[in-house]
């Protein structure tokens, strides 16, 4: 599980997260959502620590992130696996071999073995026939697709997607999240996504943390965000015609 | 890294060396000046200053930028956060390599320089005969120091340390998107050709 206890994160002058508290729990998929410019994706680069909170505390399983000595602090990041918004697939390696990369930083394992685990990590994104290919030949959902393998390489038990969906169509955006709901489930993972894509909203979302400037203005789940009373989430909900026409019929 | 700068790296020494001999042939015309004094004069300034700072000039316009875009471009797609996530230290493992590359490589290409320029400035001495081909390489055997390679190869290092960690930097610390990657490019280029000019006046002062 993973613990956020009065976040709140300046950029200078500007307070960009207000004393944010939430939870992401162990085996289920947790969206944090909200408008473009909420806040929604600092929050996660404080959780991951890309980016440090100047107040409050991020806890795994317990464990202050921020404030481990920087040998724990690496320990707690192998337990880690991130799916950016572009992929960050690195573009001058194979597939295979950006999948095989945290395991040549971090393990000992032989050549095979990590050529399986490779593999392994392909098959579970449904890739196939693509070790050899370099990102740039790969099309936006297969690219995603592949991230999601790598960060899958180190067995992580905290997997973290960034806007998994956006420029995506919509089958693929389906697929991409069938995809992690079967990761979270089948490796029992605490996946933390962050998303304003309605679909996934609504199918893939047990908790759901909804930040609205800053503030953590709403937390439920898919079962309850369609009828909650919360003025700013249900602006963000039926902002478009399409749901506008939705909510009559509920 | 380097290799692919060898071309260019040639060429312009080549032209260097021929033009240096060329317009150090016109100068000295007076009879009381030993027809070899070209090849010496011509060696070194090849050797000692021109070979060593220009080509490290040349070499931060080319390998610099490429560094500074390589980088920067990382950054910009979140590769390097990907790193940082991993557990990675992105300075060490990006960084690192293309410093010792530089420091490497950068100083072979400063010999073939050499050797390219030298070779330059005898083909204008037989293909114009402004002085004869046996004065100009008596000219330039004559007090031939190791020192003033040592000399050319220190300046070297340290300027294509200069050259790659100031390139390095501008990369790495890019926010935004394709402008800045321009704009650091651009930056890096001109704070390392700085940094190099001073720092070969500072270098000169105290090895010679």
Redesign the interface.
């Known amino acids: 599980m993973i613990e956020v206890n009065n976040v709140s994160k300046y950029f200078g002058e500007k307070q960009i997260l207000h004393s944010i508290n939430t939870q992401f729990e162990e085996g289920k998929v947790n969206l944090i959502i909200g408008r473009s410019g909420s806040g929604k994706t600092v929050l996660m ?1 404080c959780l ?3 980016f440090s909170p100047e107040e409050g505390q991020v806890l795994y399983s317990g464990r202050e992130f921020h404030n481990l000595p920087e040998k724990d ?2 320990l707690l ?2 337990e ?1 696996g ?1 799916v ?3 992929s ?4 001058s390696m194979t597939i295979e071999e950006n999948i095989t ?2 395991l040549d ?2 393990t000992e394992q032989s050549e095979s073995e990590k050529h399986d685990r490779a593999n392994f990590c392909l098959e579970c994104v449904d890739l196939v026939n693509v070790n050899k290919l370099y990102p740039a030949e790969l099309s936006g959902g297969m690219k995603k697709r592949a991230a999601i393998a790598r960060a899958l390489a180190c067995n992580p038990k905290y997997l ?1 997607f960034d806007e998994p969906n956006s420029g995506l169509d919509p089958k693929t955006s389906l697929l991409i999240d069938e995809l992690i709901t079967k990761i979270t489930h089948d490796f029992n993972t605490t996946t933390v996504v962050n998303t304003h894509d309605l679909n996934s909203i609504i199918t893939i979302g047990e908790t759901i943390s909804f930040i609205y400037q800053g503030h953590l203005a709403w937390r439920g789940s898919s079962d309850n965000i369609l009828t909650s009373d919360d003025q700013t989430l249900n602006d963000f909900i039926y902002a478009q015609p399409l749901t506008q026409r939705l909510r009559k019929t509920l | 890294m380097g290799i692919g700068s060898m071309l260019i790296v040639c060429i312009v020494s080549l032209a260097m060396g021929s033009v240096i001999t060329l317009q150090t042939a016109l100068q000295i015309e007076s009879g009381w000046i030993p027809a070899w004094t070209v090849g010496f004069v011509a060696r070194t300034s090849i050797v000692m200053e021109l070979c060593p700072t220009i080509i490290s000039l040349l070499l931060v316009g080319n390998l610099g930028s490429r560094i500074t875009a390589e980088i920067g ?2 950054r910009v ?3 390097i ?2 790193l ?5 230290n992105p300075a060490s493992h990006l960084v690192l390599p293309k410093v010792l590359a530089s420091i490497i490589v950068n100083p072979v290409l400063c010999i073939f320089s050499i050797g390219f320029a030298l070779f330059g400035g005898f083909l204008t001495v037989w293909l114009t005969g402004c002085i004869s081909t046996y004065n100009f390489i008596d000219g330039l055997t004559y007090c031939f120091r190791v020192y003033d390679v040592v000399y050319a190869l220190t300046k070297t290092c340290i300027f294509a340390f200069v050259m790659s960690s100031v390139a390095s930097f501008y990369g790495y610390r890019i926010e935004g998107g394709a402008l800045e990657l321009g704009k650091a490019s651009t930056q890096g280029i001109v704070v390392s050709s700085f940094v190099i000019l001073v720092l070969n006046v500072v270098i000169t002062n105290i090895m010679l």
Request: aromatic share 14%; net charge neutral; no cysteine.
């Open positions: 680069k991951v620590g890309l602090k690496l990041r192998k880690m991130m950016f918004q572009g960050a697939l690195f573009d990369f945290p930083m971090f973290f | 471009s990382m797609t979140e590769q956060d990907a940082e996530v991993m557990g990675v």
